[in-house]
């Protein structure tokens, strides 16, 4: 069979997939399922409500629904309305008003002309706070009734599809440009690494306004295959849900960052008795630093339960290239280096785990900093470039010319190759990954220097490796030294800045006299020297 082109090719295949193929919903009270057909249909009569609302061929429309059946089902409608979609987490509505005003500032960027979120959460958004031409549409009190007609929408490979909005983004958000072509040539080379077939089954628990999330049910509906979506929530509270669906679903390839194969490793027996994992033929991890403890830690547990080694697929990517850059084939593990040619995130004798080799159509390079290219287990910036590469950021063309140099994407991250297999080291220092989300340093130093006692340009934030997780660690230095002796307050009310404006809490705050950063003869801050010295254990 061809690949769809596009994400609307691929809508308008579902109705001919068998009654029994299409979305179940897993870990609620109750159970739904949704053939693909009837998936097709409905998305097509909200597809009609979309259009009667004034929305056309490249338009942008905000979806906040939680993990469900309906959420997908909206996303099917703006595919089949020919318009992009802009998935974003539902509780920016609910939360404080910095939350709000993050989406109000998200929904001008991209020029938004529908919002649509269940009736509670539109409520909590007053309509005054949203721009005039954006309406705003309680899919749950207002649903889109069953329409006639068919839709007069064609839609090209080079049209956008998907917004996807970088993560940690606060004042001044980025929206990766991602068209149908980038969409389909990333599942299409995907499913060419895991092969999918009839009895492949996809399960997922990723909040669908995570690209890895997202893509993993529009990759399902192009192959098309069942689709298993767990509730986000439910995996936090009760992890033990994501192997019971696998088991239930007999469930064949899923995909997580590593965090939440290390949560599994602290479930108690009685929590996990019954599991049956012999079906899993792909556990993607992905999203952030794959952890060799965590992959040798999960084998050694679900063994017995009928994971295998050859499962694992370590991968690599990130939301600039569609998702995937990097992946192995189906069935071969991981590689792993335990002598890395330098010291991974500051800490020796962790080794490092390859994530896989670029695709066929993609060109991938390690340069140092003039841009050459480096030979094997030398480490400097990871470039890529091929048709998923994304068209830049939207609406921000001095941040794209900066992404893409004469074709290249230049991602940021640090690796090497070694025989083909790229194996990531690190990150530069403006970009931090936690649980699967990106934070920017400079965001995140932003937030910390509005405590009136943090001197200008006097704060530091950081990554660093604790056991099979990441974190972030912060710095601050005061205006006087007479202040420190209110030091713990200041780093509660940093703690709490952050947990309310960029939803992480930092592992560490260190609070310091001022002058105490070692900067350049410009005055810049030099983040990694400050770095090195806290993992040296050399910050008092």
Same mark, same amino acid.
């Given at each position: 069979?061809?690949?769809? $082109? ?9 109705? !001919? ?58 996303? /099917? ?14 509780? %920016? ?5 910095? +939350? ?5 500032? #998200? ?26 031409? /954006? ?14 007609? !068919?839709? !007069? ?58 690209? %890895? ?24 509270? *009760? ?41 899993? =033929? ?36 990130? $939301? ?12 071969? &593990? ?16 962790? &080794?490092?785990?390859?994530?896989? #080799? ?18 094997? =287990? ?23 010319? *900066? ?33 699967? +989300?990106?934070?920017? $340093? ?83 801050? =030099? ?8 993992? !040296? #254990?050399?910050?008092?």
């Amino acid at each position: 069979m061809t690949f769809p $082109a596009t994400l609307l090719e691929a809508t308008r295949r579902l109705p !001919a997939c068998p009654p029994d193929m299409g979305v179940h919903l897993f870990g609620t009270e109750r159970s739904e399922f949704l053939p693909y057909c009837a998936l097709q249909e409905r998305g097509k009569d909200v597809a009609h409500a979309l259009r009667a609302r004034g929305v056309g061929r490249g338009d942008t429309v905000i979806v906040a629904l939680p993990s469900s059946v309906e959420l997908l089902v909206h996303l /099917c409608g703006v595919i089949q309305a020919g318009a992009v979609i802009v998935c974003v987490d539902p509780g %920016m509505l609910v939360g404080r008003g910095d +939350h709000r005003r993050r989406l109000v500032a #998200q929904a001008r960027h991209v020029g938004a002309r529908v919002l649509l979120a269940r009736g509670t959460l539109v409520g909590a958004l007053s309509a005054h706070e949203m721009p005039a031409e /954006c309406a705003l549409w309680a899919v749950d009190e207002h649903p889109a009734g069953p329409a006639d007609g !068919a839709l !007069a929408v064609e839609v090209e490979p080079d049209d956008l599809a998907v917004l996807q909005f970088t993560s940690g983004s606060t004042s001044a958000p980025k929206a990766v440009r991602i068209t149908h072509g980038n969409v389909m040539n990333n599942a299409s080379n995907l499913a060419g690494r895991f092969r999918p077939g009839p009895d492949d089954v996809m399960v997922s628990w990723l909040p669908l306004f995570h690209d %890895m999330g997202l893509n993993a049910f529009l990759g399902s509906m192009s192959y098309p295959g069942p689709f298993v979506l767990i509730p986000t929530s439910r995996f936090i509270y *009760r992890p033990e849900t994501w192997l019971k669906a696998i088991t239930v679903h007999r469930g064949t390839i899923s995909p997580a960052p590593n965090f939440a194969y290390a949560r599994c490793l602290d479930l108690p027996a009685h929590r996990t008795a019954g599991i049956d994992l012999r079906s899993w =033929r792909v556990a993607l991890n992905g999203a952030e630093r794959v952890c060799p403890a965590t992959l040798e830690g999960f084998t050694a547990r679900f063994q017995s339960a009928g994971f295998h080694p050859t499962a694992w697929s370590a991968v690599y990517g990130l $939301a600039e290239a569609t998702l995937a850059v990097t992946v192995p084939d189906a069935g071969t &593990g991981y590689r792993f280096d335990p002598a890395p040619p330098t010291r991974v995130f500051g800490a020796a004798g962790l &080794g490092c785990v390859g994530v896989g #080799q670029p695709f066929a159509d993609h060109a991938l390079r390690v340069v140092d900093e003039a841009r050459r290219t480096l030979p094997d =287990r030398h480490v400097g910036e990871i470039l890529v470039r091929g048709p998923s590469i994304s068209r830049g950021y939207h609406g921000d063309a001095t941040a794209s010319e *900066r992404f893409i140099v004469d074709g290249w994407l230049h991602t940021g991250d640090l690796g090497y190759l070694d025989a083909g297999e790229l194996y990531v080291v690190g990150r530069r220092s403006g970009k931090i990954v936690v649980r699967g +989300h990106n934070y920017h $340093a400079e965001e995140l130093e932003a937030l910390i220097e509005r405590e009136a006692c943090v001197r200008p340009s006097g704060a530091l934030a950081f990554g660093v490796v604790r056991g099979a997780t990441d974190d972030v660690v912060v710095a601050a230095e005061l205006r006087h030294a007479s202040m420190l002796e209110c030091s713990d307050a200041v780093a509660d009310r940093i703690r709490a800045t952050l947990a309310r404006d960029a939803g992480l809490v930092p592992w560490d705050v260190i609070i310091l006299a001022p002058g105490s950063f070692e900067r350049t003869s410009s005055g810049k801050k =030099r983040r990694e020297a400050f770095r090195d010295a806290y993992l !040296a #254990q050399q910050i008092a």
